[in-house]
């Protein structure tokens, strides 16, 4: 595969990375409040639990972040295609 089909596969990935994240990016920021609003009410002597809590905040944010380099990755590409005149539609 040359870089221009990369920058072309890329580009589909972003975009089907930037539908996904309107579809989910509810979902994060919920899973994210619940998790958080847990961690608050659970007692300061829970350590286990709250350690555990924590990471998953950590879990969710690590996923929202892949999932926004995909479409950054994308934009990118896109960008790279643009410059170098290679635009063509993108399934």
């Given amino acids: ?6 920058d072309h596969q890329a580009v589909a990935r972003g975009r089907r990375a930037a539908t996904e ?4 990016g509810k ?7 619940a998790t958080l609003a847990r961690m608050i009410a ?9 350690l555990k809590l924590h990471m998953v905040l950590n879990t ?4 929202e972040q892949a999932v926004r380099a995909v479409v950054s990755d994308g934009v990118f590409a896109e960008q790279a295609l643009a410059a170098a005149g ?5 399934d």
Avoid: G, H
């Fill in 1 to 6: 595969m040359n870089q221009n089909e990369a």
């Fill in 21 to 24: 994240l309107t579809e989910t």
């Fill in 27 to 33: 979902a994060f920021a919920d899973l994210k409040a």
């Fill in 86 to 90: 290679l635009t063509r539609p993108v």
């Fill in 60 to 63: 969710i944010d690590t996923v």
């Fill in 42 to 50: 659970t007692p300061p002597e829970r350590e286990a639990t709250i």
